[in-house]
């Protein structure tokens, strides 16, 4: 099966511009997870969809930040207007339905941005 | 809250044995996952404890204690290419989201 895709691989923009990551799970898996990971700190989770639905976005850091998963399918973040402090690689995650501690995350390799 | 603790570096030599720790602090706790991520890439599973015990999978192992909220990920027989990040994981919250812990980087030396 193909795995977890994202685009763009990496992204560099400026302070203040808006950047749309996106995330295209492995079929049929209802949940979808996006994680942050800044340079050498921990793999910080952002929120958790299943299906269209957004079961936890405890992790967004305000409100410049907003995820979509239309249809259930892909999903986007867009960051309007990116600061500095946005910078970092972007992961997005799938897994099939369960909340279980079994249940394994197939990640994506990445959206790396760069905001100056 | 949640928290998990593991050291940031962890240096050793080829064919060599080492063992990354993890202590975590959670409010419900499922078990206890290893991912492995190398530079640029992806994380990826590596193994799961749900009970106490050892599970071993080829030269990795995974070890749990549920009393000690402790548990540690065993390297075998050391290869260049396990240098790697090795981050433990635990499913937690009100939501059980996988919280994941700082890391621990992996330096394989000739």
């Known amino acids: 099966e193909a795995g977890v895709t994202q685009f763009p691989s990496h992204s560099v923009i400026e302070k203040g511009q808006t950047v749309t990551l996106r995330c295209d799970p492995i079929?049929?898996?209802?949940?979808l997870y996006w994680y942050r990971r800044v340079m050498g700190k921990e793999i910080k989770f952002l929120l958790h969809f299943v299906k269209e639905s957004k079961q936890d976005e405890s992790g967004m850091p305000n409100n410049r930040f907003l995820a979509e998963r239309t249809g259930g399918t892909y999903s986007t973040l867009k960051v309007q207007p990116a600061e500095l402090e946005d910078s970092g690689v972007y992961f997005c995650?799938?897994?099939?339905?369960?909340?279980?501690?079994?249940?394994?995350?197939?990640f994506g390799a990445g959206s790396r941005l760069t905001v100056l | 809250g949640q928290s998990l603790e593991q050291p940031s570096e962890v240096t050793a030599v080829e064919g060599a044995i080492v063992q990354i720790n993890c202590t975590y602090q959670t409010s419900g706790f499922y078990g206890l996952s290893w991912y492995q991520q190398h530079d640029g890439g992806a994380p990826t599973f590596l193994s799961y404890n749900a009970l106490d015990g050892l599970e071993e999978t080829g030269r990795f192992s995974s070890f749990l204690s549920r009393s000690d909220s402790y548990g540690y990920l065993l390297l075998q027989e050391l290869q260049m290419k396990d240098s790697a990040s090795y981050f433990c994981?635990?499913?937690?919250?009100?939501?059980?989201?996988?919280?994941f812990g700082t890391g621990t980087l992996l330096a394989v030396q000739p």
């Open positions: 994981a635990v499913y937690g919250g009100a939501t059980n989201k996988l919280i």
């Open positions: 995650a799938s897994s099939r339905g369960g909340n279980s501690g079994a249940n394994v995350l197939t």
């Open positions: 079929s049929g898996h209802d949940n």
